[in-house]
C-alpha cells in the first residue's frame, strides 16, 4: 500500500511544483513587459532633457564667456519649459549662474556626485534626488575638454506622471536613484519619494538581482517583484504585483491544471517528448543543411574568385591581341599579311565571345546583371545590330533585311545595352546557320495594359533549321542542336540561355519558330516605357577620335602589363592625347605629385600596390587630387569587384579587353564629367522629420532661434577645427561633439561624416583619416554656405 501511495505523492508534488513555475513565468513575463514599457518611458523623457541642455550648450555666447548674453539665451529657452525648476551654469570652481537663485548662491537641493561625474567622465548625466528635487546636467566641451557644466532641475513629480499608467493596474513602481532613495513612485508618491526602499528591494538591488523575488511593500502589502536597472543613470526601477492579486489572477488556470488530473499531465508530457523528438530531429536536420550550404556558399565563392581570375587573366592578353591586330590592320602590311592579321584579329574576338558568354552566364546566375533605365532610340539599336553583322553576311553574300511597322515609338526607356545584346545573338546566329538566301530583322510594337511599349522583335533565315527532336533543349545552357553542329559551327551553347535569362529579367520573354531545313525565326517582346525624344535628334553620326583634331589633355596610365600599356598609350597618343605611363600603384602616386593630369586610367591587379590601394592614397592627398577623374581598367566584370572599385574613389570602369572606339569614348565621358558641374541631385542637407520632432517638442519660433545660434557657432568651429594631422584623439573629440549638436538639428550628412572621421580616427589609418577629415569639412562648408534653415511650419 505504502509502495502505490509514494508515486502518486510524488506525482502531485511534481504537478504542484509545475504549475507553481508555470505561474512564476507568466508573472516574471508580464512584469518584465510593464517595466521595458516604463523603462523606455522614462529613458525617453532623460534624453529628451539632454537633447534639450545640448541646445542650450551650442550658444556661442559661451565660447566669448558672456554669461549675460547666455542668460538672456537660457531664459528664453527656460520659459518654454514649465517643468523645469531652474538651470545652472558651473565652472570648476563656482556656480556662475542660476536662473532661479541668481550668481554665486548654491541651492539647497545641491548635490555634488553627479557634477563631480560630469567632470570626470565629459558624459551627460542624472543626479540623484536631493531635497525633492533632481538634476540633469551636460558637459560644455571646448577643445575635446569639458569647459563648463550645464545643469537642469526638475521636481519627481514629471516621473510620477510617468508611472501613474502602472498604477491604475492596481500594480506597484517606483524609481530608487544611487543613494537608495525614492525618486519617483506610482501611487502614493507624496508620502515616500525620498525615503529608502525597503530592506530587501535595497538587497536585491545591491545583489544585483532581476529576477522575480518576493517582497513586502512599504504598505506592508506582501508582492512579488522585478528589479532592473535604467541605462546611463545608475537608478534602478522596480515594479511589483501584490500577491492576492496575482493568486486571484491565476487561480482559475491553477485549478484547471490541478483538476485536469493525470491524464493532462501526462498527454503534456507526451506531447513535449514527442515536440523534443521532432525538434531533435529538425536541429539535426539543420544541422545538416546549414553545413551543406555552408559547403555550397564556399564552393560558389571558390569558384567565383576562379572566375574573376580567369577573367582577368584571360582579358588582359586578349586586349593585346584584339588591340594590336587592329594597330596592325591599319599599318603598311602586304596582302598576305593583312590576310594572317585579319585572321588573328577574327580568333580573338571569337575567343573574347566565349569569354564573354562564360562570364555573362555567371553573372546572370549570381544576380550580378543590374539593368540600366535610361531613354535610347530602338531604332539606332537595330541598324547597329545590323551594322555589327553585315560584314560576315557579305562575306557569305547573303542578303540582309530590316523592316517595322509604320508609326513606331523610336525612344523608349530602358537598358538598350542588354536588348542589344539579346539581339545581337539573335542576327549573329542566323548569319553563323545560313548559307544561302537572307536574314531580315523586323519589329514591331503594341501598348499593353499598363500603357507600356511591348517591343516585338523578329529575325527570320532561310539557314538550316532546326529538327523537332532538338527543339525543346534549344534554350539550356551549354546546348546546342546536336553534336554535329557544334563542331561544324563552334560557340558555348550559351548564347540562347543568355539571351532568354536576359529578356526575363527585363520583363520579356522569348521564342521561336523553326522547320529543319527551311530556316527559324527567333522573336522576343519586352515591356519598356515610352521616352520623350530629346532635342535635336536623330543624332548626327559623329566621327572618330581618331579624325577630328586631337585634344590635348595629359593622362596617366598606370598597367603593368607591357603589351597593354603599349597598346592603351599608342591609341590614346595617336588620338592626340598626351600619355605618361607608370608601372604600379606607387609610381602612380609619386608621379601624379609631380604632374598635374586631367585624367587617371588604372589597372587593379598590379604589383607593389594595386589599384584600388592606389586610388585611396591619391584621394587621401586631398584638393585637386581629391576631383581628378580615376578609370577603373579591369578584366573583371563581377560586380562586387566594380563597387570595390567606386567605393575605393575611382569615377567608372572600363573592362577588358576593348575596342579602340570604347577607350576613346571612356577618356571622352570622364574628361567631360570632369568639366561638368556638380549634381544638383545630393541628398538634402537637412533630415526634416528631425526637426518635425523639434518644432512639435519647442515651436518653430524656437527652433530656428537655436539653429541660428547653432550656425553661428558652426562658422566659428570649421575655423578652429584641428588638422587631419592632428592627435587622433584630440581629432576624435572634435568629431564626436558635432555628432550631437548637428544631429539635434537634423544635419544627417555631417552626423555621417563626423562618425566616419571618429571611426577613422579610432582605426589608425592616416589615408582614411585624411580622407574623411575632407569630408567632414566639406560637409560642415555646404551647411555654412546654404544655411539650410528649416522653413516656418
Same mark, same amino acid.
Given at each position: ?103 554665486? *548662491?548654491?541651492?539647497? %537641493? ?66 530608487? #536613484? ?27 538591488? *545591491? ?13 506592508? &502589502? ?13 537608478? /534602478? ?28 499531465? =501526462? ?6 517528448? !514527442?515536440?523534443? *523528438? ?31 581570375? +580567369?577573367? /582577368? ?7 593585346? %591581341? ?49 539593368? $540600366?533605365?535610361?531613354?535610347? #532610340? ?30 513606331? !515609338? ?53 539557314? %538550316? ?9 534549344? @534554350? ?11 563542331? $561544324? ?22 521564342? @521561336? ?16 516605357? $515610352? ?63 609631380? /604632374? ?24 587621401? =592627398? ?7 577623374? %580615376? ?21 567608372? /570602369? ?50 530656428? $532661434? ?32 558635432? &555628432? ?33 577629415? +575632407? ?19
Amino acid at each position: 500500500m505504502l509502495l502505490s501511495i509514494l508515486p502518486l505523492a510524488a506525482y502531485v508534488l511534481l504537478l504542484l511544483a509545475f504549475v507553481s513555475h508555470i505561474q512564476r513565468e507568466m508573472l516574471h513575463d508580464q512584469l518584465k513587459s510593464q517595466m521595458e514599457e516604463a523603462s523606455e518611458r522614462v529613458q525617453r523623457l532623460i534624453d529628451q532633457e539632454f537633447a534639450y541642455l545640448s541646445g542650450i550648450a551650442v550658444s556661442q555666447t559661451l565660447d566669448a564667456a558672456d554669461l549675460e548674453g547666455f542668460r538672456t539665451a537660457a531664459e528664453l529657452a527656460w520659459k518654454e519649459r514649465p517643468s523645469v525648476y531652474t538651470i545652472i551654469l558651473n565652472d570648476r570652481d563656482q556656480q556662475l549662474l542660476n536662473l532661479r537663485l541668481g550668481q554665486g *548662491r548654491k541651492p539647497s %537641493i545641491w548635490e555634488t556626485e553627479s557634477l563631480t561625474r560630469v567632470w570626470e567622465t565629459g558624459r551627460p548625466t542624472v543626479g540623484d534626488l536631493a531635497n525633492g528635487m533632481f538634476a540633469i546636467r551636460v558637459p560644455v566641451l571646448r577643445g575635446g575638454n569639458v569647459r563648463y557644466v550645464l545643469s537642469e532641475v526638475l521636481s519627481p513629480r514629471i516621473l510620477n506622471d510617468l508611472l501613474r499608467e502602472i498604477a491604475a493596474k492596481g500594480w506597484l513602481a517606483a524609481l530608487v #536613484d544611487r543613494r537608495m532613495t525614492i525618486v519617483a513612485r506610482s501611487e502614493n508618491a507624496d508620502r515616500y519619494v525620498g525615503s529608502s526602499p525597503t530592506p530587501d528591494i535595497v538587497q536585491n538591488i *545591491r545583489a544585483g538581482r532581476t529576477g522575480l523575488e518576493t517582497v513586502v511593500t512599504k504598505d506592508g &502589502i506582501p508582492a512579488y517583484s522585478l528589479t532592473m536597472p535604467l541605462e546611463d543613470t545608475g537608478w /534602478h526601477l522596480v515594479i511589483g504585483i501584490p500577491q492576492s492579486m496575482a493568486d486571484a489572477s491565476y487561480r482559475s488556470m491553477r485549478w484547471l491544471l490541478l483538476g485536469g488530473g493525470g491524464v493532462l499531465v =501526462l498527454l503534456i508530457a507526451f506531447g513535449l517528448w !514527442v515536440g523534443w *523528438r521532432n525538434v531533435r530531429s529538425m536541429e539535426s536536420a539543420t544541422e545538416n543543411l546549414s553545413a551543406d550550404l555552408a559547403d555550397a556558399h564556399r564552393e560558389s565563392d571558390e569558384k567565383s574568385a576562379l572566375l574573376a581570375m +580567369v577573367s /582577368h587573366e584571360l582579358r588582359t592578353p586578349l586586349t593585346g %591581341i584584339i588591340g594590336l591586330s587592329e594597330l596592325l590592320t591599319n599599318s603598311y602590311l602586304d596582302d598576305q599579311q593583312k590576310e594572317l592579321v585579319t585572321r588573328q584579329r577574327s580568333a580573338g574576338r571569337m575567343l573574347m565571345g566565349i569569354v564573354n558568354d562564360i562570364l555573362d552566364y555567371s553573372k546572370i546566375q549570381a544576380n550580378g546583371i543590374e539593368l $540600366e533605365s535610361i531613354d535610347f #532610340d530602338v531604332l539606332a539599336i537595330l541598324e547597329q545590330s545590323m551594322a555589327l553583322v553585315r560584314p560576315m553576311a557579305d562575306a557569305k553574300g547573303l542578303a540582309l533585311a530590316i523592316g517595322q511597322s509604320s508609326g513606331a !515609338v523610336r525612344w523608349l526607356r530602358g537598358d538598350p545595352t542588354r536588348l542589344q545584346q539579346v539581339i545581337n545573338n539573335f542576327l549573329s546566329n542566323a548569319v553563323k546557320f545560313t548559307t544561302n538566301g537572307e536574314v531580315r530583322l523586323s519589329m514591331g510594337q503594341e501598348r499593353d495594359g499598363e500603357g507600356r511599349i511591348l517591343l516585338k522583335v523578329a529575325v527570320r533565315d532561310t539557314g %538550316i533549321g532546326i529538327a523537332p527532336d532538338q527543339q525543346e533543349r534549344l @534554350f539550356n545552357r551549354f546546348a546546342q542542336a546536336n553534336p554535329a553542329i557544334a563542331r $561544324e559551327y563552334g560557340g558555348t551553347g550559351l548564347g540562347l540561355s543568355i539571351s532568354k535569362l536576359l529578356a526575363e529579367r527585363m520583363g520579356g520573354r522569348v521564342g @521561336f519558330e523553326s522547320v529543319a531545313g527551311q530556316g527559324s525565326t527567333f522573336w522576343l517582346a519586352i515591356p519598356f516605357d $515610352e521616352a520623350e525624344e530629346p532635342a535635336g535628334s536623330p543624332v548626327a553620326a559623329t566621327a572618330s577620335a581618331s579624325e577630328e583634331e586631337g585634344p590635348k589633355e595629359r593622362i596617366l596610365l598606370v598597367e603593368d602589363d607591357g603589351v597593354g600599356r603599349f597598346l592603351t598609350q599608342t591609341i590614346l597618343q595617336r588620338s592626340g592625347y598626351r600619355v605618361v605611363a607608370a608601372l604600379d600603384g606607387r609610381e602612380a602616386i609619386e608621379t601624379i605629385q609631380r /604632374h598635374d593630369f586631367d585624367l587617371v586610367l588604372m589597372d587593379t591587379h598590379m604589383p607593389v600596390m594595386n589599384g584600388i590601394e592606389a586610388t585611396r592614397a591619391i584621394r587621401a =592627398l586631398g584638393g585637386a587630387y581629391a576631383r581628378v577623374p %580615376i578609370w577603373a581598367l579591369t578584366g573583371s566584370t563581377f560586380q562586387s569587384d566594380i563597387e570595390d572599385c567606386l567605393s575605393a574613389g575611382m569615377d567608372g /570602369h572600363l573592362a577588358k579587353p576593348f575596342l579602340p572606339k570604347e577607350l576613346l569614348s571612356t577618356v571622352k565621358h570622364g574628361l567631360e564629367k570632369r568639366h561638368a558641374p556638380e549634381s544638383a541631385g545630393k541628398p538634402s542637407l537637412i533630415d526634416r522629420g528631425m526637426q518635425d520632432a523639434m518644432v512639435s517638442s519647442i515651436g518653430q519660433e524656437k527652433v530656428d $532661434e537655436l539653429q541660428s545660434l547653432f550656425l553661428d557657432w558652426l562658422k566659428s568651429a570649421r575655423a578652429a577645427f584641428p588638422a587631419a594631422d592632428t592627435d587622433p584623439d584630440a581629432l576624435f573629440e572634435e568629431s564626436h561633439r558635432l &555628432i550631437g549638436s548637428a544631429g539635434m538639428f537634423g544635419y544627417a550628412r555631417i552626423v555621417e561624416a563626423a562618425r566616419a572621421l571618429c571611426h577613422a580616427c579610432r582605426s589608425g589609418d592616416a589615408a582614411l583619416v585624411a580622407r574623411e577629415h +575632407v569630408r567632414l569639412l566639406a560637409e560642415m562648408d555646404a551647411v555654412r554656405e546654404t544655411r539650410d534653415v528649416m522653413p516656418a511650419s
